[in-house]
């Protein structure tokens, strides 16, 4: 059972961010962290919008995002 979507984001290779799902087939990206977030919900209620999420095992229709953010290091 599903009762939270979780995502890793990472800085992208080149510039930005990058956002993947852990349990969907979702990956996404941005120029800054708030609006890789606001992408990657907005792609993942693309890909759930014909799901039906109470059989998914989440409880509502907007399930919680739990992402963690993967930061380089700053020790030298």
Do not use: W
């Amino acid at each position: 059972m599903h009762y939270t979507v979780k995502a890793h984001i990472y800085t992208g290779e080149k510039s930005g961010f990058v956002a993947e799902c852990v349990e969907f087939p979702v990956v996404t990206q941005g120029q800054t962290l708030d609006e890789t977030v606001q992408n990657l919900r907005e792609a993942l209620a693309l890909h759930l919008e014909d799901e039906d999420l109470l059989a998914l095992g989440f409880a509502s229709k907007q399930p919680p995002l739990v992402v963690n953010y993967e930061m380089e290091s700053v020790c030298a």
